[in-house]
C-alpha cells in the first residue's frame, strides 16, 4: 500500500524485530508513515509502521487508542474521544466496519 500510494516513510525511531509475520524468519521493522483517512466528517492521520504485507486495511490498535484518549466499550463496542474539540463516537460492526460516526 505504501508503494502504491507513493507514501513518504521515514526512519522508525525504535526499530524492532517481528517473527510470527514471515514463515521466512524475523523481520525488522525500521520504516514508519504517516497516513491520512477519513471515516464520514472525521478526519485525521495515523502514523503507522511498515510491514511487507499484501493488506489494505488500517489497523486503529493502542497506539491510536493511547495518542487520541479513546475509550472503547466493549459491550456496545463504541469508540469515543475527543478531535479538534468534538465529541467523537464510532460505532463499529463486527465485520470491522464502520457503520455509524456521531460528532457533537
Not at 10 to 26: M, N, V
Not at 43 to 60: N, S
Not at 74 to 102: A, D, M, Q, Y
Amino acid at each position: 500500500m505504501v508503494s502504491k500510494l507513493n507514501l513518504e516513510t521515514k526512519p522508525h525511531p525504535r526499530p524492532y524485530k517481528l517473527q510470527w509475520l514471515s514463515e521466512d524468519g524475523e523481520m525488522i521493522m525500521n520504516k514508519q508513515v504517516e497516513v491520512g483517512f477519513s471515516i464520514g466528517k472525521y478526519k485525521d492521520f495515523v502514523l503507522c509502521d511498515v510491514v511487507p504485507v499484501e493488506a489494505c486495511h488500517l489497523l486503529l490498535g493502542r497506539p491510536w487508542q493511547f495518542d487520541k484518549k479513546a475509550n472503547h466499550d466493549g459491550f456496545t463496542n463504541k469508540f469515543s474521544f475527543v478531535h479538534k474539540e468534538c465529541k467523537i463516537t464510532l460505532h463499529l460492526c463486527l465485520l470491522g466496519r464502520f457503520v455509524k460516526i456521531k460528532i457533537k
